[in-house]
């Protein structure tokens, strides 16, 4: 393996942690650590604290050693730099490559925006021509129209790619704007150390004078925290008042989300744009486009094959195309469709002959962990009925083609613990072989039925 070789690897490999993990988590713990040097046989990384390389080393050891060099004993090659004890300055940071950053300007007022969420590389198809149309119009005139923009769609449609873009092009365009891009999450745990280090002040001084334009991702978690909601409802008409832009993104549109009227009014006000799941051809466009960015030539029919069996969100399409990506690089293969039946094997949805019901997953998932439909039903939170209620919730999100709202009303569960379980069954599953086998045979069951 070569110099160059190892450093494209871990570009590749911060490509499929990506695809893998929160975009909060991301920039915290892998997007600050930088390679310093690469050889064939080892990479040495700047990391920004101990804290980064215990967290890469517990959560990635085995991804690492699949895309980098490994030593006698197969542990990664890794050498770490710890960038507060680095004294000397000779050696200069190997850049990441990134082809999709070209053009984007960059400020002082520009915020810790991902460089590959731009206008141009967002796949525009008949399900979400209107938000681009309209976010493009936004970031065109901040503040003049469209305010706030409220975005919401499905898990992995490309919300946060489209409120990256927004900020991106305004950064760009509009220098003198200060941008802010925060998480509904990001912006509780702000106001609560605030609360703590009793410098509330201040931070409403930044939000509601320092800030030109504030971009807020996820803004379903503001649910039933009635204090922390009032004080973003007050910042948002402090703002708007102001002719300063606001954009929102959420799972639900403003009058599914349990919030006040006030907020939810405020949130109508303005154009509230949905996003769709994008039709086959625009699937197609999409595995394409991040097939060409990894330098991966997947065959025309072969694209098409994927498109139609993984169908829920981009996200997924995209972690097909980081799955395939390594698959190949790792066993020097060419792209088949039987090559993507075994890799993409977890993945792919095979549609059954007739249609699935909750029922029939709440039986299969019963016999499987050998507990009582009741019991899944039910409220007991014991560790075997906990997870066999997530494994259910999975399934019936898997295989049922209905909002996350509709799968929660069959549980007798909000929309967000049914995604809270989904992301942790599959997490899981990446993990526990024996969970992973349990889950096929219930499905097995259920295509049986």
């Known amino acids: 393996m070569l110099a160059c070789d190892t450093c494209d690897a871990w570009v590749q490999f911060l490509q499929y942690a990506q695809a893998r993990t929160s975009a909060t988590a991301f920039g915290n713990w892998l997007a600050p650590i930088v390679v310093l040097e690469s050889s064939a046989d080892e990479i040495r990384l700047e990391v920004p604290n101990v804290f980064v390389q215990e967290y890469l080393m517990t959560n990635y050891k085995k991804d690492l050693c699949a895309f980098l060099p490994v030593t006698a004993e197969g542990e990664p090659a890794v050498k770490f730099v710890v960038s507060s004890l680095r004294k000397s300055v000779d050696i200069q940071p190997i850049p ?102 009793k410098s509330v002040d201040r931070m409403k001084r930044f939000y509601r004078a320092d800030v030109d334009v504030l971009l807020v991702d996820d803004f379903q978690f503001l649910q039933n925290r009635l204090n922390f909601e009032e004080e973003l409802c007050n910042t948002f008409e402090t703002l708007i008042n102001q002719n300063k832009q606001i954009v929102v993104t959420s799972d639900k549109p403003p009058s599914q989300l349990k919030l006040s009227e006030r907020l939810i009014a405020r949130m109508e006000w303005g154009l509230v744009a949905h996003v769709g799941v994008p039709e086959l051809e625009t699937r197609v466009a999409i595995l394409q486009h991040k097939a060409q960015q990894k330098g991966l030539d997947i065959p025309h029919n072969v694209a098409f094959f994927i498109a139609e069996h993984v169908h829920n969100n981009i996200r997924q399409l995209e972690g097909a195309v980081n799955r395939l990506s390594a698959y190949c690089r790792l066993m020097d293969l060419t792209i088949t469709e039987e090559l993507v039946e075994k890799t993409l094997k977890e993945m792919i949805h095979q549609h059954p002959t007739s249609k699935v019901t909750v029922d029939q997953i709440l039986k299969g998932v019963a016999a499987v962990f050998q507990v009582r439909v009741t019991e899944i039903k039910g409220t007991a939170r014991t560790k075997e009925i906990a997870l066999s209620r997530q494994v259910a919730m999975y399934l019936a999100w898997k295989w049922i083609n209905e909002s996350l709202q509709m799968l929660g009303a069959s549980f007798g569960k909000t929309h967000s613990t049914v995604l809270h379980a989904c992301k942790a069954i599959e997490k899981r599953m990446a993990e526990d072989e024996v969970l992973r086998r349990q889950i096929q045979m219930v499905e097995r069951s259920i295509t049986a039925a």
């Open 96 to 197: 990441v490559p990134a082809k999709e950053t070209e053009g984007v300007i960059p400020h002082p007022n520009l915020p810790k925006l991902n460089p590959n969420y731009r206008f141009d590389t967002f796949i525009e198809g008949p399900t979400n021509q209107f938000v681009k149309s309209a976010a493009m119009g936004v970031a065109a005139r901040p503040g003049q129209s469209y305010n706030p923009l409220f975005i919401h769609g499905g898990v992995g449609l490309g919300k946060t790619h489209i409120l990256h873009s927004i900020g991106q092009h305004i950064g760009a365009t509009h220098k003198k704007l200060r941008v802010q891009c925060i998480t509904t999450e990001a912006f509780i745990n702000e106001l609560v150390d605030s609360l703590r280090t």
